[in-house]
């Protein structure tokens, strides 16, 4: 196994760890916080340095998740808002604003979840 794909494995069981002491489950969709399928996609893609709409989100949203406490990788993809909004353009250049914005309020949606959603 190369460096990069244990550090994508290590990363992927330190999110399990953290997300299961905070919330009870072992990923965010399963803890049912609103976005979290699609959180728990990008944290997995970012792990493995893959550029896709969950990673772009991630990276978008990764200051208020970062608040939040959200274990994200030191890296993060620059100009995510930007290469976002372009990789939604290249499936459908008339819907890409809406799916846009969309995706933006899941990350919202799930940012202000994580605040109120723990273990008691």
């Known amino acids: 196994m190369s460096p990069e794909a244990r550090s994508a494995v290590a990363r992927q069981a330190?999110?399990?760890?953290?997300?299961r002491t905070r919330f009870g489950a072992d990923n965010?969709?399963?803890?049912?916080?609103?976005?979290?399928?699609?959180?728990?996609?990008?944290l997995i893609d970012l792990a493995r340095g893959e550029e896709s709409i969950a990673s772009l989100l991630v990276s978008l949203a990764a200051p208020r998740l970062r608040r939040e406490r959200v274990p994200?990788?030191?890296?993060?993809?620059?100009?995510?808002?930007?290469?976002?909004?372009?990789?939604?353009?290249r499936?459908?250049?008339?819907?890409?604003?809406?799916?846009?914005?969309?995706?933006?309020?899941?990350?919202?949606?799930?940012?202000?979840?994580?605040?109120?959603a723990r273990v008691a």
């Open 72 to 89: 994200l990788p030191r890296e993060v993809f620059a100009d995510a808002d930007v290469r976002l909004y372009r990789l939604l353009e």
């Open 28 to 42: 965010f969709h399963t803890a049912g916080l609103p976005g979290g399928e699609i959180i728990d996609a990008g």
């Open 91 to 116: 499936s459908n250049v008339e819907l890409a604003h809406a799916r846009y914005l969309a995706y933006l309020r899941q990350a919202a949606s799930f940012a202000d979840a994580c605040v109120s």
């Open 14 to 19: 330190a999110i399990r760890r953290w997300t």
